[in-house]
């Protein structure tokens, strides 16, 4: 059996009249519950997890195996590198606009 709180509002006993929001109360409610904020920090964040997760990826030694099977040319480790990073750039706008790949 629950416990009754009689600090508690239950919302059955919470009055209510059928009178629209203010433009005032709507631009808070929409300030609290769809923070823009905290949704572009998640984006963000998200953002470096894929970042860090395509760099492992062409980090690894088996990509450098692996380039220099399909493009053999003599590499030094610079060419390497910069090769690398134009793949990771790649990967990640693929990534990024996948969702407007689909179409």
Partial sequence: MQKKDRNADYIVNLPYN???????????????????????????????????ILFIIVSCSFTDDLLKKILPVNYSTSLLLIIKGFILAILFWIFKNFKYMKT
Avoid: R
């Avoid at 998200?46 to 860090?52: D, N, P, R």
């Fill in 18 to 52: 059928k009178i629209q929001p203010s433009d005032d109360d709507l631009q808070m409610i929409e300030i609290l519950f769809n923070d823009p904020t905290t949704n572009s920090l998640i984006k963000e964040f998200m953002e470096s997890i894929i970042i860090i």
